[in-house]
Every structure is written in C-alpha cells, then in structure tokens.
C-alpha cells in the first residue's frame, strides 16, 4: 500500500531504462482509463510513487500506450493458459525492467522469477 506521508520517489533515467519507464506508464495509463480491458494495479501503484512528468515525453502517443498494453495481454495470456496446463511450472522473466503484471500471474503452485540487468 502506499504511504501517502512519504515523499515520491525521483526519477532520472535515460535509454532503454526510460524506455521501460514509458512502458510501465503505458500499463498504468490503460489500466486506469480502460481497467475492464487491461487492469495492472502493480503499475498504477509504482506510477503513483514516481516524481517524474510524463507530459514532457515526446515518445508517449496512445498507439505506444495501447500497443504495449496489447502485447502485455498476449503475453499474459500465454502465460495464464501455460501456468494452466502446467500447474507447477516454473516462469522466468528475462529482462523484466519495470514488468508488473507478470508478478500477479505467479499461483500458489507456480515459481516466478524475474531478472533484469543493470544498464
């Protein structure tokens, strides 16, 4: 839960480390207008944490935001459908960056584990 007392967290980030950010924002931005398609409450929370203005990136156009949001649910999906079929399967997530909703697919039954590298 969010601490609405403690200060937000400053961000300075460029390359692909902004480029994950943007991706993150997209998921939050999706899930908060458009929650009965896509619903990432991991990305809203973090969005919400970050001292960071998004109105100044060039970069964000809805086509990103919603096409990130897309390949999100496909991927999800995949995921879902295999964690299914294979109740005690073990998912890696490679290169996460700020990846969230991978984090609410994990079962009781399942192992998660992400890995990202440092830029």
Do not use: C, W
Not at 3 to 17: A, E, M
Not at 43 to 56: H, I, K, N
């Amino acid at each position: 839960m969010i601490n609405l007392q403690q200060s937000k967290i400053k961000v300075d980030l460029s390359g692909i480390p902004q480029t994950s950010l943007l991706i993150l924002y997209g998921r939050a931005k999706v899930s908060k207008e458009h929650g009965s398609l896509f619903n990432d409450t991991k990305a809203l929370e973090l969005v919400e944490q970050l001292d960071y203005d998004f109105s100044t990136e060039k970069a964000i156009t809805d086509y990103l935001l919603f096409a990130s949001a897309a390949r999100a649910i496909a991927i999800d999906n995949k995921v879902k459908e295999y964690i299914t079929e294979h109740p005690y399967a073990s998912v890696v997530n490679l290169g996460a960056g700020f990846e969230t909703e991978f984090i609410a697919l994990i079962t009781a039954k399942s192992t998660g584990m992400i890995l990202t590298f440092p830029s």
